[in-house]
């Protein structure tokens, strides 16, 4: 489940937590989602962002169903698509991408409810990338993201932010003092350590809070497509 094969990198994401709420995986989401809370006990949650080193590790499946998962648990949650170079949450969702944050960001709308979409899970809303700016960078670092969040902070119980890769671009790092917590998604079999190390200087740079790691894509001879959790280092004993 959730394998490459057959996809590109910016293909739809399979929402395990929708299609098979009873699954081994969608029971695994659960516990990360546990344990990131179990990992801001002395503050709020009110804005996580999802992040991997390199393309290609999940980091939009992770988003995505969390913040299915959150929304079950009650919170009111926002899932942004701040991946402005490649955007996949529209096609998950099978929404329009005609109108999203790049277009409250660069000043396109004044109208948020033009960028935003409810869908059939309770509590759950989605904005979209929006068009594909040519200085993604800028408006993601800028003060009309940090008036963006504040303002969405005060609509919703949470925003997740499925936020680009951390090192084949600066997107992330600039995002990542403007969040409450980060998650960290690391592939099985895609991830370099070396990369993977380089990623945690750069959030550490940025002053990012760094809630954990998820192991995505594991097998372990059993089965495969399992999700592991780590507070910021990696153990045996999770698998």
């Not at 489940?1 to 910016?10: D, E, H, V, Y």
């Not at 998950?92 to 960028?115: D, H, P, W, Y």
């Not at 899970?121 to 960078?137: E, F, H, I, Q, R």
């Not at 917590?181 to 959030?203: D, I, M, P, Y």
Request: with cysteine; net charge neutral.
């Amino acid at each position: 489940m959730f394998k490459r094969s057959g996809t590109t990198l910016t293909s739809a994401v399979k929402l395990t937590t929708i299609v098979d709420p009873s699954s081994v995986i969608t029971e695994q989401i659960k516990t990360i989602r546990t344990n990131i809370n179990f990992a801001a006990t002395d503050h709020k949650l009110r804005t996580i962002m999802v992040t991997s080193a390199t393309l290609g590790e999940g980091k939009s499946t992770i988003s995505g169903n969390l913040a299915v998962e959150y929304a079950n648990e009650g919170l009111n949650v926002l899932l942004v698509d701040a991946d402005l170079r490649r955007p996949t949450i529209h096609k998950t969702f099978g929404l329009t991408n005609r109108v999203g944050l790049s277009s409250c960001l660069g000043r396109q709308t004044r109208n948020i409810n033009e960028a935003i979409h409810h869908q059939t899970v309770d509590n759950l809303v989605v904005m979209t990338s929006g068009p594909k700016p040519p200085n993604p960078a800028e408006l993601l670092g800028g003060k009309m993201m940090d008036e963006f969040l504040n303002s969405e902070t005060r609509q919703f119980d949470l925003v997740i932010i499925d936020a680009p890769p951390i090192l084949p671009v600066t997107d992330s790092q600039l995002l990542a003092n403007k969040v409450d917590g980060t998650v960290l998604v690391v592939r099985e079999n895609v991830a370099q350590k070396a990369a993977v190390k380089e990623a945690v200087k750069a959030l550490k740079r940025s002053h990012a809070t760094i809630l954990g790691v998820v192991l995505n894509d594991v097998s372990d001879g059993h089965h495969n497509g399992y999700y592991g959790y780590s507070n910021g280092y990696y153990s045996d004993e999770e698998r």
